[in-house]
């Protein structure tokens, strides 16, 4: 078996990237089948926060896919996406992923600190101290596309050692 040879650090980031296709893929669902069905677009909430979640990890993930032995690793969210944007991200992603998990981020930070949020016409509408974010269903479903994206490109970088089990979680055998 091939994992048998696999370092702490390369079982971690295919835990990590796992975790982050998983909440992909609950994302995806929200969108494709749970907010067809109930009809109630408080979903795009729920989705944003799976999508900020799946970020989250892919961020870990290429953090510890990226780091050399004996490295110290940021702990924190805020100082791991830190790390990642200025070092680490430019060498695995292109700017244009880069730009779209920084905006995955912003609209989640944003969902947060919200003092206002309210639907209509099926785009959610966060307001902010001093300014206003219109979250979309298309603009979710672009993030998701991109997301998966840099899944399947980070699981090429190990030689695909996560391909099977991605490709059962995204249906695509």
């Known amino acids: 078996m091939q994992l ?18 998983r909440h992909l893929k ?15 677009n408080r979903v795009l909430a729920k989705c944003l926060v799976e999508l ?17 032995k004996g490295e110290l690793l940021p702990t924190g969210k805020e100082e791991m996406a830190q790390v990642f ?14 730009e779209e998990l920084k905006k995955i981020l912003v609209f989640a930070k944003r ?17 902010g101290k ?17 997301l998966k994206q840099i899944i399947f490109k980070l699981d090429k970088k190990t030689e695909g050692i996560n391909t099977p089990f991605l490709l059962k979680l995204f249906d695509r055998l």
Not at 9 to 17: C, D
Not at 85 to 98: A, D, I, R
Not at 111 to 127: A, G, N, P, S, Y
């Open 130 to 146: 001093d300014q206003c974010k219109i979250l979309t269903e298309e603009g979710l479903k672009r993030s998701i596309m991109v």
């Open 85 to 98: 944007f200025e070092k680490k991200g430019k060498k695995l992603l292109e700017k244009s992923e880069l």
């Open 4 to 21: 048998l040879n696999l370092s702490k650090m390369q079982v971690k980031f295919i835990q990590t990237l796992y975790d982050s296709a």
């Open 52 to 68: 900020q979640k799946s970020t989250t990890k892919i961020i870990e993930a290429a953090i510890h896919l990226d780091s050399k």
């Open 111 to 127: 969902h947060k600190e919200t003092h206002l949020e309210f639907v209509r016409k099926e785009k959610l509408v966060l307001f």
């Open 26 to 40: 609950a994302a995806e669902y929200l969108l494709g089948v749970t907010l067809k069905l109930m009809d109630d």
